[in-house]
């Protein structure tokens, strides 16, 4: 049965980082490409960053040029790395299999891991 499972994430502090990982089990990561999105309290479900296959990447708005998104098909594992966090990235982050490509429509995911951005 295919499995996402979320780690990494925790309490940090505003300007921090943290690195998340994303395993996959079940089914190979060479072909689907894997995004990350977030739920937060009182917040409509945010897609953050998708990777397809080949590498090619996307990042919603708010967490352009602060997150990278990156993937290891050899350890079945997708990264996103978050700089400068800010409170307002508090929340629950899931990573996703998104297809063939990044559609922000997610077929499974995980059960995610939670981000606190406090001081």
């Known amino acids: 049965q295919p499995q996402l499972v979320e780690s990494g994430g925790g309490l940090v502090q505003p300007g921090g980082s943290l690195t998340l990982s994303c395993v996959a089990s079940g089914f190979s990561l060479d072909y689907p490409a894997i995004g990350w999105f977030r739920r937060a309290p009182g917040k409509e479900r945010e897609s953050l960053s998708c990777?397809?296959?080949?590498?090619?990447?996307n990042y919603a708005d708010s967490v352009k040029g602060r997150f990278t998104i990156s993937r290891e098909n050899a350890n079945n594992t997708v990264f996103l790395r978050m700089n400068n966090l800010k409170p307002e990235d508090t929340g629950l982050y899931y990573c996703?299999?998104?297809?063939?490509?990044?559609?922000?429509?997610?077929?499974?995911w995980g059960r995610g891991t939670q981000v606190t951005v406090s001081s």
């Open positions: 990777i397809t296959s080949d590498g090619i990447t």
């Open positions: 996703g299999n998104e297809g063939l490509r990044c559609s922000g429509s997610f077929n499974f």
